[in-house]
């Protein structure tokens, strides 16, 4: 008996030796959970979601869009437009028409080293982004500012090549601090292996928000702590751990144990993971879905002559019932898409034809398109040809593949025979989408911005070809003259309800022609610990923890 | 002794220069490039933007002079830059060699204290109760898929009875070394689980084929004592055929785990290399690929010294043939 006492004792003890109550009892520190690590933290090379992330809780951008989708300053003390004064439509030296925007840059912000943001920050970050062989990857906005004019250490104009609707934001504008990288741009094409970003990104003057990077593990976490200099609200939270766990089931299992308190809804689980999660475990979490900007659709290759008919085109989005996909495969948290515009973008039509799921429809337009017999449960046309097209997505996304089936199984009802042929990310992105190698369909998601002018995915000088290297993202290959010209227009439309108009033809356009079916607006789940307050997602690419420091504990 | 080392010195160069070059052609015969993976990130990025990022990282050349350029700097000392990791390729790769060689290690070494014991006990106890049992316990762990096993074991210890973390490598610095072991108790558990089955099977499949021989009759004849038997006349033998599959091991444990390190979110050789082959990361795919290769040529080498010392029969002379 006394033995067994012993051994239960020690036991005891053991246990209570191994286990170690998570940090976060204490409510000052927070551990999050995301799938993905960044390759560099250079706000301007290389673009990618995870460094987006970790940078937001870090530094702040001149401009963003907030949660409502509203362009506010962060960095500026106040917006430039034409209405205000700040901004005046020029013309540029060669003729075009252009505009010079001022901002004036808030008069307490620093780097975490004391050193004041200025304008030698702005005219630093200018001369990386226009040099061509800095590494920066996308170089449209240092092409179109081609001049700055310095006021004072805080002031500045922009001139731009071009004026659009969008003259003011100028969110990729991330600034790189002079005082620290300036010498390490004495050499340009060795500048990206030597940006202190990468060589010493634990440097306090990197950072110009609430909190700045302590600690770097390479593949497993990043360790944030307040910055001292920070100019707004003292942030809550002593610590902030990001961990990088790449598989969701173990994220799933890190949550649950305590090893994170929350899962990133930018960088997480799928919605049917969350809506799963939820089931069994939602009385313990904060779970809120949040509607956002990945578009979920199928590209059309209008190259094939089957897909080149409108008609069998209809008759594909009227044959799948996408409602039902929502509701079941996502419990309705997913809304179908109708177009490529998000219903919370102020430029949504919601006044268009939709395509309801109608089978009688989508047989009576394939009859109409010539696919009239029927033969073993497939039509076929008069020349004997088979109705089949291939379905492609990424392999290994459970989401899509369930999707995949589910529409194989709708389109055989009406007589279509799709052929799924999935391939491995790194393979469909690499060549098969960018280079239009894909036969029929490519289910994929478009990630945009609020108001995001679709130019570079409907524009016929967008279709990527060998000689234009590839680049643009209109893989349908859709060519219609009037869209090219709307879009044209709407860059330039500064007046919003003209602008509105032209929003609600190219959507009208896109609906009829029909290049894409839309399926619908991805959620972001974000699973939080109940004591979580002040997070509020915004569903678009300037992600959440831009807003940190109004994170807290309840009470 | 030494023209087998000069020997074998020659083929790893050669082994290792064929490689390089097999892997370099391999990575760039794959579909899309670095560049095509930064347009599906950026839509934004331009025609221009894309000839010029191109020409930037020299993807505009062939393949060849590619192969060539990174050659001829590889033999200098400069095996280049990591472009997923944002550093040097070599001190991209020392620390997901340390964690890979201790979490591999650790679990190698395990594995082989439990399997070669347990193999031998079950040798020397054939169609028992204990061999049937190691026998069972052996298949259950080969049979079992590892990733699985290592999200039960995180739901065992870690989400319902919270004694062990679920994953990482722990916060360095905070709790001290006791801490940084706990994150390694799981993914330790889960390599050790797969791979002590295997060897346990090939430890007793040797030891009963040596147990069978004549002079082990003889040594019992002669009146030695069973452990003496075992242990001195037939483990020596019975460890060649081992000793094989281990070497073969020895390379693994530098190419990482990559299932376990993912589940584990161990930031391993494993998931380095695949990382690195998906992001289109030439200069580290290529030096991690061949180190492993190097690793696994030292093994091998090893296993060979192993024979000669194991059997004085064998020389190096047989050992090259």
Redesign the interface.
């Known amino acids: 008996m006394r033995s067994r006492f012993r051994v239960a004792l020690c036991a005891l003890a053991l246990?209570g030796a191994?286990?170690?109550p998570s940090a976060s009892a204490a409510k000052d520190e927070l551990v999050i959970g995301i799938t993905q690590f960044p390759?560099?933290?250079?706000p301007n090379i290389?673009?990618?979601l995870a460094k987006t992330y970790i940078l937001a809780f870090t530094r702040r951008p001149i401009t963003t869009y907030d949660k409502d989708w509203q362009l506010v300053c962060m960095l500026c003390v106040r917006l430039p437009t034409i209405d205000n004064g700040l901004a005046v439509p020029e013309t540029t030296p060669d003729g075009k028409k252009g505009i010079a925007v001022t901002y004036t840059l808030r008069g307490d912000a620093t780097w975490g080293d004391g050193t004041p943001v200025s304008t030698q920050d702005v005219l630093f970050t200018w001369e990386i982004g226009r040099h061509?062989?800095a590494?920066v990857?996308?170089?449209?906005l240092y092409r179109s500012l081609y001049k700055i004019d310095v006021k004072d250490a805080k002031t500045f104009t922009m001139h731009f090549d071009k004026l659009t609707f969008e003259y003011n934001a100028i969110n990729d504008f991330r600034l790189i601090p002079a005082h620290l990288d300036r010498k390490n741009f004495a050499d340009p094409?060795a500048y990206?292996?030597r940006t202190v970003f990468?060589?010493d990104t634990v440097n306090k003057g990197l950072f110009n928000g609430p909190y700045r990077i302590t600690?770097v593990?390479?593949?497993?976490?990043v360790?944030l702590e307040p910055n001292p200099t920070w100019w707004g609200r003292k942030p809550h939270f002593k610590r902030i751990?990001v961990?990088?766990?790449?598989?969701t089931?173990?994220l799933e299992?890190?949550l649950?144990?305590?090893?994170i308190d929350m899962i990133a809804g930018e960088l997480g689980l799928t919605v049917d993971q969350a809506f799963a999660f939820e089931k069994r475990h939602g009385d313990k979490f904060n779970i809120v879905y949040k509607s956002g900007l990945i578009y979920e659709h199928i590209d059309l290759n209008l190259s094939n002559p089957i897909l080149n008919d409108v008609r069998v085109r209809r008759a594909l989005i009227h044959g799948i019932d996408r409602g039902s996909i929502s509701d079941k495969l996502f419990a309705g948290r997913q809304p179908v898409a109708h177009s490529n515009v998000n219903p919370l973008d102020w430029v949504y039509a919601d006044d268009l034809p939709r395509y309801a799921f109608d089978p009688k429809t989508a047989a009576t337009l394939l009859d109409d398109a010539g696919w009239t017999e029927k033969r073993q449960g497939f039509r076929h046309n008069k020349k004997g040809e088979r109705l089949t097209l291939e379905l492609m997505t990424t392999a290994g996304n459970r989401t899509r593949e369930l999707v995949e089936q589910v529409l194989q199984s709708h389109w055989k009802a009406i007589g279509i025979d799709v052929r799924i042929r999935n391939e491995?990310?790194?393979?469909f992105?690499?060549?098969?989408v960018?280079q239009r190698k894909f036969t029929g369909l490519a289910m994929f998601a478009?990630i945009s911005a609020p108001e995001s002018v679709p130019r570079?995915?409907l524009h016929s000088a967008h279709i990527p070809t060998e000689a234009?290297?590839?680049?643009?993202?209109n893989y349908t290959g859709f060519k219609n003259a009037e869209v090219d010209q709307l879009i044209e227009s709407i860059e330039v439309e500064l007046d919003r309800a003209k602008r509105r108009k032209l929003w609600h033809r190219l959507q009208e356009i896109y609906v009829t022609e029909l290049p894409v079916i839309p399926l619908y607006f991805r959620a972001e789940p974000y699973i939080m610990p109940k004591w979580l307050t002040g997070l509020e997602p915004t569903g678009h690419q300037d992600p959440s923890p831009l807003w940190v420091e109004n994170w807290g504990v309840k009470p | 002794m030494a023209r087998f080392l000069v020997h074998r010195l020659w083929q790893s160069l050669l082994v290792l220069g064929l490689m390089s070059f097999v892997v370099y052609s391999l990575i760039g015969l794959m579909p899309g490039d670095p560049v095509d993976l930064m347009i599906t990130a950026d839509p934004k990025i331009t025609s221009e933007d894309a000839a010029r990022l191109r020409q930037l990282y020299g993807l505009d050349k062939p393949i060849v002079e590619r192969y060539g350029n990174w050659l001829m700097a590889a033999v200098s000392g400069d095996f280049g830059y990591s472009r997923l990791f944002a550093k040097p390729v070599m001190e991209a790769l020392k620390p997901a060699l340390a964690n890979t060689v201790l979490l591999l290690g650790l679990s190698f070494a395990l594995a082989l204290a439990i399997a070669l014991p347990a193999g031998i006990i079950a040798a020397t106890r054939p169609y028992s109760k204990l061999d049937y049992a190691v026998n069972a316990l052996a298949f259950a762990g080969i049979s079992v898929p590892s990733f699985w096993l290592g999200l039960m074991l995180i739901v065992v210890f870690a989400v319902l009875l919270g004694v062990l973390p679920a994953g990482g490598t722990g916060e360095l610095g905070k709790g001290g070394v006791w801490d940084s072991l706990k994150f390694l108790v799981l993914p330790v558990a889960t390599l050790t689980i797969a791979s002590v089955g295997g060897h346990a099977r090939y430890m007793r499949a040797a030891m009963i084929e040596t147990l069978r021989q004549d002079y082990i009759r003889t040594a019992r004849a002669i009146g030695a004592g069973e452990t003496r038997v075992v242990l001195h006349h037939a483990l020596r033998n019975a460890l060649i055929p081992v000793v094989t599959i281990i070497a073969l091991d020895f390379g693994n444990l530098f190419s990482g785990a990559l299932i376990t390190e993912t589940i584990f979110s161990w930031p391993g050789m494993g998931r380095l290399i695949y990382d690195s082959v998906m992001g289109n990361d030439f200069n580290l795919a290529l030096v991690a690929l061949l180190l492993a290769t190097l690793l696994t040529l030292i093994g091998n080498f090893l296993a060979d010294v192993a024979y000669v010392w194991l059997d004085p029969r064998i020389s190096f002379r047989e050992v090259e043939r």
Request: aromatic residues 8%; neutral net charge; without cysteine.
């Open positions: 246990a191994l286990w170690s390759s560099t933290f250079h290389d673009s990618m061509p062989r590494g990857g996308n170089m449209e094409v990206k292996t990468d060589t600690e593990v390479t593949g497993s976490h360790v751990v961990r990088i766990v790449q598989n089931a173990a299992a890190n649950l144990s305590g090893n491995a990310p790194r393979v992105f690499g060549q098969t960018t478009w570079t995915t234009n290297n590839y680049a643009g993202q």
